[in-house]
């Protein structure tokens, strides 16, 4: 965006929703930085406005380091954090703290990720992928890069150190998509 090359990236609309003002005033097209909003009801892309939760209520369950890079999953909120605009509304989304460096540097130990069961997931995203389904009180789980999927293996990569690896669908039943990281809170 900088540089010039990108002329309208994917994401002025949301941020022009979170800072309430328009998607020109961002890109330095006007001085007002007033949204131009449809109607009350809708944000400055005309799509349907939802107004940000008043409390925290995505909880952040406890992680656990394991051996070989592995964290355990449970269930159990150790506090919670307000919803960022990804994942409003999805009632499964949670958040987990990080507790290895395996994913170095685009995760790091202590960093706040959050999550989205519900999306698809695709190759070069960054998932949690589960041996029990996400929604189990208690899982085994590991952060990694997907790099290819087949209907029986997931490809996966790691950073720290650099590692590709197949993992049997039959065993990792879940991918997680990983939509926000947020580096050392």
Known sequence: MEN???KRPKCLP????VFETSVDYLLGKTDDPAPVVNSASQDVGGRERLAPPSVADLPIWLTIEGAGGMWTIRRLPIAETS???QVVGVADAFACYAVTDMMYPVVRRRDLLI???TKPVATGDLVILSRGEITDQ???VMVRRLVKISP???????????KQTRL???EWVKAALVVGNYYNT
């Open 138 to 140: 208690t899982t085994e």
């Open 14 to 17: 949301e941020l022009a929703v």
């Open 83 to 85: 919803r960022p605009p």
């Open 4 to 6: 010039g090359n990108v």
């Open 115 to 117: 999550c989205d069961p």
């Open 168 to 170: 049997p669908r039959a």
């Open 152 to 162: 029986t293996h997931w490809e996966v990569e790691q950073y720290t150190p650099k």
